[in-house]
């Protein structure tokens, strides 16, 4: 069974800073790729970012990109997104998924993903 807990989340004013974090527990981590995404209130959930099994590939939603950072650490099986320059259109929850298991190539399609945690709240002040 796959685990994925989500932490980090919070209120900051925008300009600010987040560090979200996704501990999985789940044998094969180094070879299954990880996204994040987020959903604000009344809206769809959204991709932010994904990185694949061996971080040879990341790749970021337009809105977020230069200013969000994913990671991961196949040590710690944890992965991380590393938010600044937050904005309140960055408000939403933040979910962290992964692929089934082996699946390593990175993607935006949330269709993709197998398994998702409980989310992490990020609410942006202006």
């Known amino acids: 069974q796959v685990q994925l807990v989500e932490s980090g989340g919070g209120l900051v004013q925008a300009g600010g800073s987040l560090n979200l974090t996704c501990a999985a527990s789940m044998r094969t981590f180094s070879s299954t790729a990880m996204g994040w995404f987020r959903q604000a209130t009344g809206k769809e959930r959204e991709f932010v970012a994904t990185v694949s099994g061996l971080s040879t590939s990341t790749y970021y939603a337009d809105s977020v990109k230069g200013r969000f950072t994913i990671s991961r650490s196949n040590v710690k099986s944890t992965v991380y997104l590393q938010m600044n320059s937050l904005i309140p259109e960055d408000t939403a929850e933040y979910y962290c998924?992964?692929?089934?298991?082996?699946?390593?190539?990175?993607?935006?399609?949330?269709?993709?993903?197998?398994?998702w945690g409980q989310g992490t709240q990020v609410t942006v002040s202006g």
């Open positions: 998924a992964s692929r089934s298991r082996g699946y390593s190539t990175a993607t935006g399609d949330s269709n993709q993903y197998a398994f």
